[in-house]
């Protein structure tokens, strides 16, 4: 429901500098990158993959085009890697507290302890954890974030912007600003980053506990 064109019109009004447009298992034709990135050069843009796996859905940086077999996670492992890639698991608990998901899928509630849960074979395979998410409950994000800590993970923030409406709530930041793509992962390695989140006067803070709710009281 957001198409591109939009996007960076609607991230300038968010106080966004830059984005990673992911489309779902497809990345956009290298020339298409070129005229979209000119047309919108006071904006950093990188062009990235949401990767649906057997581990969930996974946001790849670094590779220039689409390889057939990476929806199997080892498999997208190996490719970044052989180009020095980044690996983020998108949303890692999305739903995972509704009884009613769990009754569909016909599995036992969750029930991991933040600790148990950084266990998870995804978690091995990662370079970081997407913490915040706009289309996340907060439960959801503030169990993201703990099991980022005992897993050691860098930690990702970002829209998942299918409408305007979730882009600017969550974003990435970084300790500099972003110049290339080349930076951009240099930065993503080096772990130069953090999620940020808009309190309700506007200022990006760093998400951890509590401040999902301190944002919200906060008055000019």
């Given at each position: 429901m957001l198409?591109?064109?939009e996007l960076p019109e609607v991230a300038r009004a968010a106080r966004l500098t830059g984005y990673n447009l992911a489309e779902h298992d497809q990345i956009w034709e290298r020339h298409r990158q070129i005229a979209y990135r000119s047309e919108h050069d006071d904006l950093f843009v990188?062009?990235?993959i949401e990767v649906s796996t057997e581990f969930g859905h996974m946001l790849a940086i670094g590779l220039?085009?689409?390889?057939?077999?990476?929806?199997?996670?080892?498999?997208l492992r190996e490719e970044l890697d052989k180009v020095g890639g980044f690996l983020i698991v998108a949303h890692p608990f999305r739903h995972v507290f509704d009884p009613v998901t769990a009754m569909r899928k016909g599995g036992e509630p969750f029930n991991l302890t933040p600790e148990q849960a950084a266990e998870l074979p995804v978690f091995k395979?990662?370079?970081?954890?997407?913490?915040g998410n706009?289309?996340?409950t907060p439960r959801e994000n503030y169990f993201a974030a703990e099991v980022a800590k005992y897993a050691g993970l860098p930690t990702t923030g970002g829209s998942d912007a299918h409408?305007?409406?979730g882009v600017g709530n969550f974003a990435t930041g970084f300790a500099e600003k972003v110049r290339d793509e080349e930076h951009f992962l240099e930065l993503l390695h080096?772990?130069?980053m953090e999620c940020v989140?808009?309190?309700a006067t506007g200022r990006w803070v760093r998400f951890e506990a509590g401040s999902l709710e301190a944002g919200a009281a906060e008055t000019e």
């Open positions: 198409d591109p064109t990188n062009f990235g220039k085009q689409y390889v057939g077999g990476i929806r199997r996670a080892p498999k395979l990662v370079n970081a954890i997407e913490i706009a289309a996340n409408s305007r409406s080096a772990r130069k989140h808009k309190t």
